[in-house]
Protein backbone atom coordinates (compact mmCIF):
# COMPACT_ATOMS: atom_id res chain seq x y z
CA UNK A 1 0.00 0.00 0.00
CA UNK A 2 2.70 2.64 0.97
CA UNK A 3 4.55 1.27 -2.11
CA UNK A 4 1.41 1.35 -4.46
CA UNK A 5 1.29 5.46 -2.53
CA UNK A 6 5.18 6.06 -3.21
CA UNK A 7 4.41 4.84 -7.06
CA UNK A 8 1.53 6.76 -7.78
CA UNK A 9 2.08 9.63 -5.29
CA UNK A 10 5.47 9.86 -7.08
CA UNK A 11 4.35 11.20 -10.73
CA UNK A 12 1.40 12.74 -9.10
CA UNK A 13 4.10 15.09 -7.09
CA UNK A 14 6.26 15.62 -10.23
CA UNK A 15 3.19 16.61 -12.00
CA UNK A 16 2.17 19.05 -9.49
CA UNK A 17 6.08 20.13 -9.42
CA UNK A 18 5.67 20.75 -12.95
CA UNK A 19 2.35 22.64 -13.41
CA UNK A 20 4.00 24.81 -10.52
CA UNK A 21 7.17 25.75 -12.42
CA UNK A 22 4.54 26.83 -15.59
CA UNK A 23 2.51 29.17 -13.38
CA UNK A 24 5.68 30.51 -11.75
CA UNK A 25 7.06 31.18 -15.13
CA UNK A 26 3.68 32.52 -16.54
CA UNK A 27 3.68 34.77 -13.55
CA UNK A 28 7.21 35.71 -13.95
CA UNK A 29 6.42 36.98 -17.83
CA UNK A 30 3.46 38.74 -16.69
CA UNK A 31 5.54 41.06 -14.10
CA UNK A 32 7.85 41.51 -16.29
CA UNK A 33 5.29 43.11 -18.67
CA UNK A 34 3.77 44.64 -16.75
CA UNK A 35 7.04 46.37 -15.73
CA UNK A 36 7.97 47.33 -18.88
CA UNK A 37 4.41 49.23 -19.24
CA UNK A 38 3.61 50.76 -15.78
CA UNK A 39 4.46 54.82 -15.70
CA UNK A 40 6.35 54.46 -12.06
CA UNK A 41 9.86 53.16 -13.33
CA UNK A 42 9.76 50.99 -16.74
CA UNK A 43 12.90 51.48 -18.94
CA UNK A 44 10.82 50.69 -21.66
CA UNK A 45 8.28 53.50 -21.15
CA UNK A 46 10.66 55.72 -21.13
CA UNK A 47 11.59 54.85 -24.01
CA UNK A 48 8.48 54.91 -25.28
CA UNK A 49 7.71 58.10 -23.97
CA UNK A 50 10.97 59.62 -25.50
CA UNK A 51 10.19 58.22 -28.41
CA UNK A 52 6.88 60.32 -28.86
CA UNK A 53 8.04 63.55 -27.56
CA UNK A 54 10.01 63.49 -31.25
CA UNK A 55 7.00 62.01 -32.89
CA UNK A 56 4.45 64.39 -31.44
CA UNK A 57 5.63 68.12 -32.42
CA UNK A 58 3.80 70.51 -34.59
CA UNK A 59 4.65 71.34 -38.04
CA UNK A 60 7.16 73.98 -36.71
CA UNK A 61 8.49 71.51 -34.05
CA UNK A 62 7.41 72.94 -31.10
CA UNK A 63 6.23 70.58 -28.90
CA UNK A 64 2.54 70.82 -27.63
CA UNK A 65 2.60 69.72 -24.01
CA UNK A 66 -1.07 69.19 -23.73
CA UNK A 67 -1.31 67.25 -26.89
CA UNK A 68 1.36 64.54 -25.95
CA UNK A 69 0.02 64.36 -22.15
CA UNK A 70 -2.96 63.05 -24.02
CA UNK A 71 -1.43 61.34 -26.44
CA UNK A 72 0.11 59.49 -24.22
CA UNK A 73 -2.67 58.58 -22.52
CA UNK A 74 -4.71 57.00 -25.25
CA UNK A 75 -1.32 55.24 -26.10
CA UNK A 76 -1.56 53.48 -22.29
CA UNK A 77 -2.18 49.57 -22.87
CA UNK A 78 -4.59 48.67 -20.29
CA UNK A 79 -6.29 50.58 -17.13
CA UNK A 80 -3.25 49.20 -14.81
CA UNK A 81 -0.45 50.41 -16.77
CA UNK A 82 -2.59 54.14 -17.09
CA UNK A 83 -0.11 56.86 -16.24
CA UNK A 84 -0.90 59.00 -13.55
CA UNK A 85 -2.32 62.71 -13.54
CA UNK A 86 1.18 64.27 -13.41
CA UNK A 87 2.70 61.91 -15.94
CA UNK A 88 3.03 64.26 -18.78
CA UNK A 89 5.32 66.72 -15.31
CA UNK A 90 8.11 64.11 -14.67
CA UNK A 91 8.86 63.69 -18.33
CA UNK A 92 12.40 65.30 -18.58
CA UNK A 93 13.14 67.78 -21.26
CA UNK A 94 15.14 66.58 -24.08
CA UNK A 95 16.62 69.15 -25.65
CA UNK A 96 18.06 66.63 -28.30
CA UNK A 97 14.55 65.73 -30.05
CA UNK A 98 13.23 69.33 -29.65
CA UNK A 99 13.77 73.13 -31.98
CA UNK A 100 16.16 75.30 -29.45
CA UNK A 101 16.15 78.47 -29.80
CA UNK A 102 19.63 80.64 -29.79
CA UNK A 103 19.19 82.23 -26.52
CA UNK A 104 20.66 83.22 -23.48
CA UNK A 105 19.11 84.22 -20.13
CA UNK A 106 21.11 87.55 -19.07
CA UNK A 107 21.51 88.76 -15.70
CA UNK A 108 23.59 92.12 -14.84
CA UNK A 109 25.04 92.14 -11.29
CA UNK A 110 27.40 93.32 -8.91
CA UNK A 111 29.30 91.48 -6.57
CA UNK A 112 27.30 92.80 -3.64
CA UNK A 113 24.02 91.37 -5.67
CA UNK A 114 25.25 87.73 -4.41
CA UNK A 115 22.42 86.06 -2.74
CA UNK A 116 19.91 88.09 -4.82
CA UNK A 117 21.54 86.76 -7.74
CA UNK A 118 21.52 83.04 -6.48
CA UNK A 119 18.07 83.53 -5.32
CA UNK A 120 16.77 84.54 -8.86
CA UNK A 121 18.82 81.73 -10.55
CA UNK A 122 17.73 79.15 -7.99
CA UNK A 123 14.13 79.64 -9.28
CA UNK A 124 14.70 80.17 -13.09
CA UNK A 125 16.06 76.59 -13.10
CA UNK A 126 13.71 74.98 -10.81
CA UNK A 127 10.94 76.55 -12.53
CA UNK A 128 11.94 76.45 -16.17
CA UNK A 129 16.02 75.76 -17.00
CA UNK A 130 16.10 72.48 -15.46
CA UNK A 131 14.36 70.81 -18.59
CA UNK A 132 15.92 73.12 -21.17
CA UNK A 133 19.38 74.42 -20.30
CA UNK A 134 19.78 77.61 -21.61
CA UNK A 135 23.14 79.09 -20.62
CA UNK A 136 23.54 82.34 -18.56
CA UNK A 137 25.53 85.31 -19.26
CA UNK A 138 26.24 87.75 -16.39
CA UNK A 139 27.62 91.40 -16.97
CA UNK A 140 29.17 93.73 -14.33
CA UNK A 141 31.06 96.71 -14.76
CA UNK A 142 33.63 95.65 -12.25
CA UNK A 143 35.46 91.97 -12.81
CA UNK A 144 33.59 89.48 -11.11
CA UNK A 145 34.77 87.97 -7.87
CA UNK A 146 36.14 84.39 -7.41
CA UNK A 147 33.45 83.62 -4.45
CA UNK A 148 30.74 85.11 -7.27
CA UNK A 149 31.57 82.32 -10.12
CA UNK A 150 31.77 79.57 -8.05
CA UNK A 151 28.28 80.27 -6.23
CA UNK A 152 26.35 81.20 -8.98
CA UNK A 153 28.02 78.48 -11.74
CA UNK A 154 27.07 75.72 -9.48
CA UNK A 155 23.07 76.40 -9.44
CA UNK A 156 22.92 75.23 -13.61
CA UNK A 157 23.82 72.82 -15.69
CA UNK A 158 24.37 75.51 -18.61
CA UNK A 159 26.90 76.75 -19.72
CA UNK A 160 27.78 80.58 -17.30
CA UNK A 161 29.70 83.06 -18.72
CA UNK A 162 30.77 85.93 -16.66
CA UNK A 163 31.54 89.29 -18.79
CA UNK A 164 32.91 92.50 -17.98
CA UNK A 165 31.55 95.97 -19.26
CA UNK A 166 33.95 97.88 -21.75
CA UNK A 167 34.37 101.00 -19.80
CA UNK A 168 33.19 103.09 -21.99
CA UNK A 169 29.65 102.15 -22.17
CA UNK A 170 29.54 102.25 -19.13
CA UNK A 171 30.47 105.28 -17.11
CA UNK A 172 29.11 108.91 -18.09
CA UNK A 173 30.75 110.09 -21.44
CA UNK A 174 33.50 113.13 -21.10
CA UNK A 175 31.31 115.23 -23.67
CA UNK A 176 28.02 115.81 -20.76
CA UNK A 177 28.24 118.80 -18.98
CA UNK A 178 28.44 117.71 -15.36
CA UNK A 179 27.43 121.11 -14.11
CA UNK A 180 23.99 120.36 -15.69
CA UNK A 181 23.64 116.76 -14.78
CA UNK A 182 24.29 117.67 -11.08
CA UNK A 183 21.61 120.21 -11.42
CA UNK A 184 19.37 117.61 -12.42
CA UNK A 185 20.38 114.91 -10.19
CA UNK A 186 19.58 117.64 -7.33
CA UNK A 187 16.12 118.44 -9.36
CA UNK A 188 15.22 114.93 -8.75
CA UNK A 189 16.41 114.42 -5.12
CA UNK A 190 14.71 117.21 -3.94
CA UNK A 191 11.88 115.84 -5.70
CA UNK A 192 12.41 112.42 -3.51
CA UNK A 193 12.73 110.61 -6.78
CA UNK A 194 14.23 107.29 -6.12
CA UNK A 195 17.83 106.55 -7.49
CA UNK A 196 17.40 110.77 -8.34
CA UNK A 197 21.09 111.37 -7.11
CA UNK A 198 23.12 108.03 -8.85
CA UNK A 199 25.37 108.88 -11.23
CA UNK A 200 25.76 104.87 -11.27
CA UNK A 201 22.02 104.29 -11.83
CA UNK A 202 21.72 106.36 -14.85
CA UNK A 203 24.97 104.59 -16.22
CA UNK A 204 22.67 101.22 -15.94
CA UNK A 205 19.97 102.84 -17.60
CA UNK A 206 21.87 103.72 -20.43
CA UNK A 207 23.85 100.70 -21.01
CA UNK A 208 20.88 98.37 -20.94
CA UNK A 209 19.33 101.15 -23.55
CA UNK A 210 21.74 100.99 -25.64
CA UNK A 211 24.99 98.73 -25.43
CA UNK A 212 24.03 95.10 -23.59
CA UNK A 213 22.99 93.52 -26.76
CA UNK A 214 26.82 94.85 -28.20
CA UNK A 215 28.35 93.33 -25.54
CA UNK A 216 30.99 90.24 -26.81
CA UNK A 217 29.35 87.54 -25.02
CA UNK A 218 25.81 88.61 -26.05
CA UNK A 219 26.51 89.03 -29.73
CA UNK A 220 26.27 85.68 -30.65
CA UNK A 221 22.77 85.45 -29.53
CA UNK A 222 19.09 86.29 -30.74
CA UNK A 223 16.91 86.14 -28.01
CA UNK A 224 17.74 87.24 -24.04
CA UNK A 225 15.70 87.03 -20.98
CA UNK A 226 16.51 89.60 -18.49
CA UNK A 227 16.80 88.48 -15.24
CA UNK A 228 17.56 90.83 -12.14
CA UNK A 229 18.79 89.70 -8.69
CA UNK A 230 16.34 88.87 -5.98
CA UNK A 231 13.13 89.08 -8.10
CA UNK A 232 10.37 85.48 -7.72
CA UNK A 233 9.32 82.75 -10.59
CA UNK A 234 5.85 81.49 -8.65
CA UNK A 235 4.78 79.05 -11.48
CA UNK A 236 6.60 76.03 -13.77
CA UNK A 237 7.22 76.84 -17.58
CA UNK A 238 6.67 73.78 -19.58
CA UNK A 239 7.19 75.11 -23.01
CA UNK A 240 9.76 77.23 -24.64
CA UNK A 241 9.23 80.78 -24.51
CA UNK A 242 12.09 81.63 -26.84
CA UNK A 243 10.96 79.23 -29.57
CA UNK A 244 7.28 80.15 -29.03
CA UNK A 245 8.94 83.88 -29.78
CA UNK A 246 10.70 82.97 -32.64
CA UNK A 247 7.87 80.44 -34.03
CA UNK A 248 4.68 83.41 -33.49
CA UNK A 249 7.36 86.35 -34.98
CA UNK A 250 7.13 87.97 -31.72
CA UNK A 251 9.47 90.66 -30.71
CA UNK A 252 9.76 91.67 -27.02
CA UNK A 253 7.24 90.07 -24.15
CA UNK A 254 6.65 91.11 -21.02
CA UNK A 255 4.94 90.45 -17.73
CA UNK A 256 3.97 94.02 -15.83
CA UNK A 257 3.59 97.26 -17.24
CA UNK A 258 2.99 100.85 -15.24
CA UNK A 259 4.19 104.32 -15.69
CA UNK A 260 7.03 106.02 -15.23
CA UNK A 261 8.23 108.62 -12.97
CA UNK A 262 6.60 111.84 -15.38
CA UNK A 263 10.17 113.74 -13.39
CA UNK A 264 12.59 111.69 -14.37
CA UNK A 265 11.33 111.78 -18.23
CA UNK A 266 10.82 115.22 -19.05
CA UNK A 267 11.71 115.80 -22.40
CA UNK A 268 11.97 112.30 -23.66
CA UNK A 269 8.58 112.53 -25.31
CA UNK A 270 9.36 115.81 -27.18
CA UNK A 271 12.75 114.32 -28.65
CA UNK A 272 10.73 111.02 -29.74
CA UNK A 273 8.52 112.80 -31.49
CA UNK A 274 10.90 114.99 -33.68
CA UNK A 275 12.70 111.13 -34.22
CA UNK A 276 9.40 110.18 -35.79
CA UNK A 277 9.05 113.63 -37.84
CA UNK A 278 12.79 112.90 -39.15
CA UNK A 279 12.04 109.10 -39.79
CA UNK A 280 8.32 108.14 -40.39
CA UNK A 281 9.75 105.47 -42.32
CA UNK A 282 10.80 103.57 -38.91
CA UNK A 283 7.55 103.34 -37.68
CA UNK A 284 5.24 100.79 -38.24
CA UNK A 285 1.99 101.35 -39.99
CA UNK A 286 0.24 98.52 -37.25
CA UNK A 287 2.63 100.33 -34.14
CA UNK A 288 1.25 100.52 -30.76
CA UNK A 289 0.99 104.03 -30.21
CA UNK A 290 -2.39 103.52 -28.24
CA UNK A 291 -0.41 101.89 -25.63
CA UNK A 292 1.85 104.63 -24.82
CA UNK A 293 0.00 108.29 -25.76
CA UNK A 294 -3.58 108.34 -24.71
CA UNK A 295 -4.34 111.70 -27.81
CA UNK A 296 -2.64 109.90 -30.49
CA UNK A 297 0.83 110.42 -30.10
CA UNK A 298 0.45 114.33 -28.76
CA UNK A 299 1.84 113.63 -24.97
CA UNK A 300 2.85 110.31 -23.81
CA UNK A 301 0.52 108.88 -21.08
CA UNK A 302 3.88 107.09 -19.35
CA UNK A 303 3.45 103.58 -19.96
CA UNK A 304 6.02 101.06 -20.48
CA UNK A 305 6.92 97.37 -19.93
CA UNK A 306 8.91 96.73 -16.85
CA UNK A 307 11.91 96.23 -18.37
CA UNK A 308 13.43 94.27 -15.28
CA UNK A 309 11.49 91.27 -17.16
CA UNK A 310 11.99 91.07 -20.32
CA UNK A 311 12.63 88.49 -23.36
CA UNK A 312 12.81 90.03 -26.92
CA UNK A 313 14.86 90.04 -29.74
CA UNK A 314 18.01 91.53 -29.76
CA UNK A 315 18.38 91.72 -33.35
CA UNK A 316 15.13 94.20 -33.13
CA UNK A 317 17.95 96.63 -30.44
CA UNK A 318 20.77 95.90 -33.05
CA UNK A 319 18.50 96.57 -36.47
CA UNK A 320 18.63 100.41 -38.29
CA UNK A 321 15.30 101.39 -36.13
CA UNK A 322 16.10 101.24 -32.76
CA UNK A 323 20.18 102.29 -33.52
CA UNK A 324 19.15 105.36 -34.84
CA UNK A 325 16.62 106.39 -32.48
CA UNK A 326 18.77 105.44 -29.62
CA UNK A 327 21.94 107.29 -30.64
CA UNK A 328 18.86 110.34 -31.10
CA UNK A 329 18.27 110.09 -27.46
CA UNK A 330 21.54 109.35 -26.22
CA UNK A 331 23.07 113.15 -28.15
CA UNK A 332 20.49 115.25 -26.18
CA UNK A 333 22.12 113.98 -22.63
CA UNK A 334 18.76 112.86 -21.36
CA UNK A 335 20.24 109.60 -19.52
CA UNK A 336 22.24 112.15 -17.24
CA UNK A 337 20.78 115.61 -18.15
CA UNK A 338 17.16 113.92 -16.68
CA UNK A 339 17.40 110.32 -15.57
CA UNK A 340 15.79 108.18 -18.65
CA UNK A 341 15.00 104.48 -17.50
CA UNK A 342 15.63 101.73 -20.06
CA UNK A 343 12.07 100.97 -19.49
CA UNK A 344 10.51 103.79 -21.48
CA UNK A 345 13.40 103.62 -24.05
CA UNK A 346 12.69 100.12 -24.97
CA UNK A 347 9.04 100.28 -24.46
CA UNK A 348 8.70 103.43 -26.80
CA UNK A 349 10.58 102.14 -28.88
CA UNK A 350 9.15 98.52 -29.48
CA UNK A 351 5.46 100.09 -29.31
CA UNK A 352 6.72 102.61 -31.77
CA UNK A 353 8.81 100.03 -34.65
CA UNK A 354 7.40 96.78 -34.34
CA UNK A 355 3.72 95.32 -35.17
CA UNK A 356 1.78 95.05 -32.35
CA UNK A 357 0.92 91.64 -32.65
CA UNK A 358 4.81 91.00 -32.13
CA UNK A 359 4.53 92.23 -28.53
CA UNK A 360 4.13 89.22 -26.48
CA UNK A 361 2.35 89.76 -22.94
CA UNK A 362 3.38 86.65 -20.99
CA UNK A 363 0.82 86.21 -18.69
CA UNK A 364 1.56 82.41 -17.87
CA UNK A 365 4.15 83.47 -16.03
CA UNK A 366 4.14 84.33 -12.76
CA UNK A 367 6.68 87.07 -11.52
CA UNK A 368 7.69 89.14 -8.59
CA UNK A 369 10.09 92.14 -8.56
CA UNK A 370 9.70 94.66 -5.53
CA UNK A 371 6.56 94.73 -4.41
CA UNK A 372 4.96 94.64 -7.86
CA UNK A 373 3.82 90.32 -8.97
CA UNK A 374 2.42 89.23 -11.79
CA UNK A 375 0.33 86.11 -11.05
CA UNK A 376 -1.41 84.34 -13.67
CA UNK A 377 -5.16 83.11 -13.32
CA UNK A 378 -7.56 79.93 -13.87
CA UNK A 379 -6.10 77.24 -15.95
CA UNK A 380 -2.48 78.67 -16.29
CA UNK A 381 -2.68 79.39 -12.12
CA UNK A 382 -3.79 75.56 -11.72
CA UNK A 383 -1.38 74.06 -14.20
CA UNK A 384 1.95 76.13 -13.90
CA UNK A 385 1.66 74.88 -9.60
CA UNK A 386 1.72 78.97 -9.56
CA UNK A 387 2.66 79.93 -5.57
CA UNK A 388 0.85 83.48 -6.05
CA UNK A 389 -2.32 84.39 -4.92
CA UNK A 390 -4.05 84.77 -8.33
CA UNK A 391 -5.87 87.68 -6.26
CA UNK A 392 -2.64 89.47 -6.07
CA UNK A 393 -1.36 90.46 -9.34
CA UNK A 394 -0.45 93.94 -10.11
CA UNK A 395 -2.81 93.45 -13.69
CA UNK A 396 -5.41 94.71 -11.06
CA UNK A 397 -3.74 97.49 -10.06
CA UNK A 398 -5.51 101.05 -10.95
CA UNK A 399 -2.03 102.52 -11.98
CA UNK A 400 -1.79 99.13 -13.86
CA UNK A 401 -0.93 99.79 -18.24
CA UNK A 402 -2.27 96.49 -18.62
CA UNK A 403 -5.42 97.82 -20.37
CA UNK A 404 -3.37 100.14 -22.29
CA UNK A 405 -2.35 96.99 -24.03
CA UNK A 406 -5.27 95.17 -24.30
CA UNK A 407 -7.25 97.86 -26.21
CA UNK A 408 -4.67 97.32 -28.63
CA UNK A 409 -6.22 94.41 -29.73
CA UNK A 410 -8.41 91.88 -27.64
CA UNK A 411 -6.23 89.13 -29.46
CA UNK A 412 -3.56 88.99 -26.34
CA UNK A 413 -6.28 87.09 -24.89
CA UNK A 414 -6.10 84.38 -27.20
CA UNK A 415 -2.32 84.61 -28.21
N1 LIG B 1 27.19 95.75 -12.23
C1 LIG B 1 26.27 96.63 -11.84
N2 LIG B 1 24.98 96.31 -11.90
C2 LIG B 1 24.07 97.21 -11.51
C3 LIG B 1 24.44 98.49 -11.01
N3 LIG B 1 23.31 99.15 -10.70
C4 LIG B 1 22.30 98.32 -10.97
N4 LIG B 1 22.74 97.14 -11.46
C5 LIG B 1 21.96 95.99 -11.90
O1 LIG B 1 21.03 96.48 -12.84
C6 LIG B 1 19.75 95.92 -12.63
C7 LIG B 1 18.75 97.00 -12.28
O2 LIG B 1 19.16 97.66 -11.11
P1 LIG B 1 18.19 97.85 -9.87
O3 LIG B 1 18.98 98.49 -8.78
O4 LIG B 1 17.51 96.57 -9.57
O5 LIG B 1 17.18 98.90 -10.45
P2 LIG B 1 15.60 98.89 -10.42
O6 LIG B 1 15.10 97.53 -10.77
O7 LIG B 1 15.15 100.02 -11.25
O8 LIG B 1 15.29 99.25 -8.94
P3 LIG B 1 14.94 98.33 -7.67
O9 LIG B 1 13.52 98.63 -7.40
O10 LIG B 1 15.88 98.79 -6.62
O11 LIG B 1 15.17 96.88 -8.04
C8 LIG B 1 19.93 94.86 -11.55
O12 LIG B 1 20.18 93.64 -12.21
C9 LIG B 1 21.15 95.35 -10.80
O13 LIG B 1 21.83 94.28 -10.22
C10 LIG B 1 25.84 98.80 -10.94
O14 LIG B 1 26.25 99.88 -10.54
N5 LIG B 1 26.70 97.84 -11.38
MG1 LIG C 1 15.56 95.80 -9.76
Known amino acids: MQILFR ?4 PISFASHRRSIIIALIIVSCVCYFMTVSPQGGY ?6 STERSIYKDSTGVLDVEQMDETLLDLAPSAESKPSHSFGNIIPHDPSTSHRANATLLMLARNSDLDGVISSVEQLEAKFNRKFNYPWVFLNDEPFSYEFKRRVKVLTNGDVSFGLIPHETWVQPPWIDEERARRGRNMLTQDGVIYGDSVSYRNMCRFNSGF ?18 D ?11 FVFMEDHDKIYGFTISMPEWE ?3 ISLWSVVKEFILDHPEYVSPNNSMSFISDDAGDSYNMCHFWSNFEIADMDFWRGEAYTKFFNYLENTGGFYY ?7 VHSIAAA ?28 QWREGHCSCNPNDSFDFAENSCLRHFMRLDDDWMFG
Open 44 to 49: LSSKIL
Open 352 to 379: LFTRKDQLHFFKDIGYKHAEFSHCPQGR
Open 338 to 344: ERWGDAP
Open 7 to 10: NTAL
Open 212 to 229: FFRHELLTPYKWYWRVEP
Open 263 to 265: STI
Open 231 to 241: VRFYCDLEYDP
